[in-house]
């Protein structure tokens, strides 16, 4: 049986440090560096960000967090699920958790910006609630971005 856990943890671990590579280059595959909008580790490890990190029986399998805007509002950022790993529901419950930590931080509305070539990553905001909006600072309008939007709670 599979053992889901996720929990808060630090983005500079070395597994962490690995699956964010990961993410990178799936990323770098996909749009032109100008249209990929990565947190750093470093900006990960402040105060302002919450990173939860995901394991299947005690191995890395995806990760997620969101960042507080002076309380406004929460930013999903770096979810990412290993392709081993997709398709047993692990993006929705890393998802969920944010959302519930954000709102337990205060925050009453979760935004993303995410793009047009990952129809798996828009489905499940879709599925989870959100819906496309304006782009919000401090992106600029980008052909290759999808901006949305949910309210908490």
């Not at 402040?46 to 507080?68: D, W």
């Not at 790993?85 to 337990?104: H, M, P, Q, V, Y």
């Not at 919000?136 to 949910?150: H, N, R, T």
């Given at each position: 049986?599979?053992?889901?856990t ?5 983005p ?7 699956l964010?590579?990961e993410l ?7 749009y032109?560096a100008?249209?990929?909008h ?5 900006a990960?490890q ?7 990190l995901?394991q299947?029986?005690?191995k890395?399998?995806?990760c ?6 002076q309380?406004k ?7 990412f ?6 398709g ?12 519930t930590?954000?709102l337990?931080?205060g925050?009453?509305?979760?935004r993303?910006?995410?793009?047009v070539?990952?129809p ?8 989870s609630?959100?819906r496309?909006?304006g782009?919000f ?5 980008d052909?290759l971005s ?5 309210k908490?709670g």
């Amino acid at each position: 049986m599979e053992q889901l856990t996720i929990k808060p943890d630090d983005p500079g671990t070395p597994e962490a440090r690995r699956l964010i590579e990961e993410l990178d280059l799936y990323l770098s595959d996909l749009y032109p560096a100008e249209s990929n909008h990565l947190l750093s580790v470093e900006a990960l490890q402040q105060p302002n960000a919450t990173f939860l990190l995901a394991q299947i029986n005690g191995k890395v399998a995806g990760c997620g967090a969101f960042v507080n805007h002076q309380g406004k509002y929460a930013e999903i950022k770096r979810m990412f699920v290993l392709p081993d790993f997709r398709g047993k529901g692990i993006g929705w419950r890393i998802l969920n958790d944010l959302e519930t930590s954000a709102l337990a931080n205060g925050l009453k509305v979760s935004r993303l910006e995410t793009g047009v070539s990952q129809p798996d990553a828009l489905k499940l905001y879709e599925r989870s609630g959100y819906r496309r909006r304006g782009r919000f600072a401090p992106y600029i309008d980008d052909p290759l971005s999808v901006f949305m939007e949910k309210k908490l709670g």
